[in-house]
């Protein structure tokens, strides 16, 4: 092992390791606790009383459950595409599908607005099948969709490359074409790397501000409807919904560790000792 | 049958090239070579998993170079396995069985049946290859491939389960290729030898053949042969008395008596014409080894040395015999060594026949 401070003794070094980890770790968790514990009980009565806010979280919650929803069943063969066959240009898509996370999210609305507005041709033809984009939950879910759908693309990437070819080359031989093969193997196999994409995705989308606020400020989701209480009334009153939103958040962040730290039976191949 | 006519295919950076070899109907081949030299990319590529780049495959008579692996009616038997984890053991079994019959009847001939119940994850690396070939074997395929299939079994169960493909090979008349490190179970199971390196062929046919004859000193060395000695060799004129004082050397038709030299040693050999040999290989099992001169001997070959080194690994040990320089071994039992008394220093005699040194 290199070490970065040769000239250090080893329990110095050590001091000042835990020193700047713990610092991080405060830095990261204190204003979410602060924030929980000064509004957290208001914020929940909140939910029965504040009819606007519970409005918000419903929006938000079906917003950000289409745009996953989307986000798996478009990203899904997106993914294994990528990881699974070799093309000329295969870099280039997969650099293309990681961009709109590299991009500040409120671009991220203007290039939607572009494309999907009133005047682009997609948002005229929408418009006269009957469908308001912009200004509407389709326009959230876009927005959603557009900044939170590479993350899922990413860990969908990682679940199938995380699945040995051979377990798939096996299941050919014994009479599989690809797609049964697919459905018998690989997509039980990546299951659990698929599901924490897509919990990743979903959290993604719920906390996803930016983008909706170009795209869509009315209705409000809940991440708007923090901002527009706190531009409006003042932090007094921003507080309780934010609260509220930092505790729904740690349900997905809940399911997603169960996910990854739960053991992961079989995908080694040499078998137990013995 | 296994029909492959100047194969190639790639993996990375690594190249199976111009590979040609046939394994008739019903027969057993085995594929050996050293670590890294295409193995598992020759069986990838003839059940169609690792496209092919080159040359032709017949499978059973078809043109298989574009089938997928699905049509190619062949099973595959990892190293390691590749139980599905998701599946229990009864159901990786039944994956692609032909019938729920032939499943349980082949899954109890290897040993697998009993594991039926068991987590696919508890399995040892030895019950997980059973279990792998139960389940290529359950398809009732026409062809199997096998990658290592018994290395993780210990000797016992190996032999049993060796034994048991041999008869269902027999009776199901299945055409097998298998990859093997074990040279004695390429002589046990083989009708058919390929020996792989570096992604080509280096000599196939029978094991016999191929474990006498050796086409390079390289294979030689590979399959375990201990005396190989550059040198230049030269043909006896017929009734030579080079060859035999006083007796005839009664040579088959188009056979010839060679003498062979390399540093200190003339070797004699009898081969049939082989352009300018420049090896001579002699198998340690060939050079018989005593304390006193054997005249009586019908070996047409005899060195005096000193014993240089002794090495024993259970019932067999080997002998180095230094003859002037250059270094002869000899095997035997190790308990013929202990009666002898053998000790390094020791003056010793070693003799083989004629017909035990192959050209090359």
Known sequence: MIRLFPQLPRSIATIFAALLGSLLFLFLVAPIAQLVATAGIQGSERLVTDGELRRALVLTAATATVATTLGVLGGTPIAFVIERWRFRGRAVVAALLDLPLLIPHPVAGIALLLVLGRDSAVGQAALSLGLRIVGSPAGIVCAMLFVSAPLYLSGAREAFARVDRRFEAVARTLGDHRWRVFRRVTLPLSGRGLVAAAVVMWARAVSEFGAIVIITYNPKTASVLSYDRFTSFGLREALPVAAILTLLALLPLTVLRALRYERRPGLDVAGAQG | MIDARGLSARVGSFRLKDVTFAVPNGSYGVVIGPAGSGKTTLLETIAGITPQTGGTLHLDGRVATALPPEQRNLGLVYQHGYLFPHLSVDQNIAYGAAHPDVAREVASRVGAWELRDRPVESLSGGERQLVALARALARRPSIVLLDEPFSALDPRRRESTRRELRRIHREWGMTMLQVTHDFTEA????????????????????????????????????????????????????????????????????????????????????????????????????????????????????????????????????????????????ALTTRSAQELALAVGLEAYASFKAMAVHLC
């Open chain 2, 187 to 330: 002589g046990l199971l083989g009708d058919v030898a390929i020996l792989l390196d570096a992604g080509r062929v280096l000599q196939s046919g029978k094991p016999e053949e191929v474990f006498r004859h050796p086409a390079s000193p390289y294979v030689a060395e590979f399959l375990g042969a201990e005396n190989v000695f550059a040198g230049t060799a030269r043909v006896l004129p017929d009734h030579s008395p080079d060859w035999y004082p006083g007796v005839e050397p009664g040579l088959a038709e188009g056979h010839h008596a060679i003498e062979f030299r390399t540093g200190a040693l003339t070797i004699y050999a009898v081969a049939n014409a082989v352009e300018n040999p420049g090896y001579a290989v002699i198998r340690a099992e060939e050079v018989l080894l005593s304390l006193e001169p054997q005249v009586a001997s019908s070996a047409r070959n005899h060195f005096r040395g000193r014993i240089a080194e002794i090495s024993t690994l259970g019932a067999l040990t080997r002998v180095s015999i230094d003859v002037d320089g250059s270094v002869l071994v000899a």
